[in-house]
């Protein structure tokens, strides 16, 4: 795993990644998991990022895909290509701005702030109430994205947010398991059924 300067610094961006041999054997684990625990899934859905395809396409191979921008990656901007040093030289200021902002709200340069993912979520959520209602459905998305689209879901603080972003990220090829319920009021929401995550090929790698 590559810290941020070496990600900024490596001549691959970011979304075209590969996945590691260890990625794949973990995507094959888990699909395996997920193709017994659900033998009908009827929809698919994945980010652009060439490592989240590719895990999707392990886990179901042959079976239609719907390729999703709003479920990709927070957007670093600039720190997507630049080192920190790079940026104390270039743009001290954004530094100052980041610190005085904070992570939950600073869009870097080129960027996205936590909020523009939020949007991303609440229209990607629109799309599953409309077009996924009562069918089985399985997302390959990212670390920060998951968070975010949590506290989306569960309605909890951003101080929460930032606490588990900083507090580590999900494990890679883990399940993160909701079912689509009603409320009293008749209205549909998404009731988590894994208070943790689960993590099929823990103890088989």
Known sequence: MRDV???????VPSHAYDLTERGRKQAEITGAWLREKYPKVHV?????????KDT????????????????????????NTMTRKQ?????????ERKEKEGLYHYRPLGGESSPDIELRIESFLSTLTRD???????IVVHGHWLILFQRVIHHFS??????RYHGGVVPNASVTEYRGTYDDDGEPYLKLTTPQPIVP????L
């Open 5 to 11: 300067d070496e990600r900024a610094a490596y001549h």
């Open 44 to 52: 698919r859905y994945v980010s652009y990022y060439k490592r989240a």
């Open 56 to 79: 999707m396409a392990i886990m179901f191979p042959g079976e239609e895909v719907y390729e999703d921008p709003r479920l990709a990656e927070a957007q670093r901007g600039i720190y």
């Open 87 to 95: 940026v104390e030289a270039r743009f001290p200021e954004e530094l």
């Open 132 to 138: 996924c209602r009562g069918k089985t459905v399985v």
């Open 158 to 163: 951003i101080e929460e947010a930032m606490a």
């Open 201 to 204: 090929w823990e103890g088989k």
